[in-house]
């Protein structure tokens, strides 16, 4: 089953409103979540490290006050794309590291992705 | 910095015909290497991984990859594709288990009944 849920999977809103995105681990502790995003029939893009506790580093050329991460807690991490517009339509998705027992040799587990349209 | 190479952007074979995609890396230690496949629409399936150790790997659905270190390459094959086979398959590299990936631009399989 699933280890890593992210919702919602789809969400359509208009441009100007706030879109938030979450991302949970479900049975393993996650220091560390990423944010991609995928443009239709392209490659998945790093957008930013999420760590729990910390601020989140961002890659090049994503704009940190438009795209909000919050890592509050070891299984939850959040993006909240702020006053959305067309452009911000995309497919993200997130995945996380687990941590502790059992887990030194697992993967990054990803998420389902949201597929997030403006209008 | 990690990048990656998917040379071929569509490959169309037939079914039961054998499969090679390609991928290659450019990152200066030993990379962690995987194969993710996206069904239109969806999420990502990790395929298989290679950390360490035997440079073969087999992973799900019949697949396997090889790491070769003096080509900078991690080939995904299957010997007789299924139509079910057909996806947006991508090939990722990073510098540890916990670091971020870096994914290619993705190769197309299409297949023909």
């Known amino acids: 089953g699933a280890v890593v849920s992210q919702h919602p999977s789809r969400v359509i809103c208009k441009s100007g409103t706030s879109v938030k995105i979450e991302c949970r681990s479900l049975?393993?502790?996650?220091?560390?979540m990423f944010w991609y995003r995928q443009f239709p029939k392209q490659s998945l893009m790093l957008m930013a490290t999420s760590n729990e506790g910390s601020k989140a580093t961002y890659e090049q050329g994503v704009e940190k006050d438009k795209f909000l991460i919050n890592h509050a807690s070891l299984t939850l991490s959040t993006l909240t794309v702020t006053s959305a517009h067309p452009e911000d339509s995309s497919f993200y998705i997130c995945?996380?590291?687990?941590?502790?027992?059992?887990?030194?040799?697992?993967?990054?587990?990803f998420g389902d992705g949201t597929r997030l349209s403006i209008l | 910095a990690q990048s990656v190479t998917q040379p071929d952007i569509h490959i169309t074979v037939s079914e039961g015909a054998s499969l090679e995609l390609r991928c290659n890396y450019s990152y200066g230690a030993t990379p962690y290497l995987f194969w993710y496949v996206q069904s239109p629409g969806q999420g990502l399936q990790l395929l298989l991984k290679y950390f360490s150790g035997d440079t073969l790997v087999q992973g799900i659905k019949g697949f396997e990859a090889e790491f070769k270190r003096s080509q900078s390459s991690f080939n995904l094959r299957k010997p007789s594709v299924h139509w079910s086979d057909a996806a947006e398959y991508f090939c990722?590299?990073?510098?540890?288990?916990?670091?971020?990936?870096?994914f290619g631009k993705g190769t197309r399989l299409h297949i023909l009944p």
């Open positions: 990722a590299v990073g510098a540890s288990r916990d670091d971020k990936i870096i």
């Open positions: 995945s996380a590291v687990g941590q502790g027992r059992g887990r030194s040799n697992q993967p990054q587990h």
């Open positions: 049975d393993f502790q996650a220091t560390t």
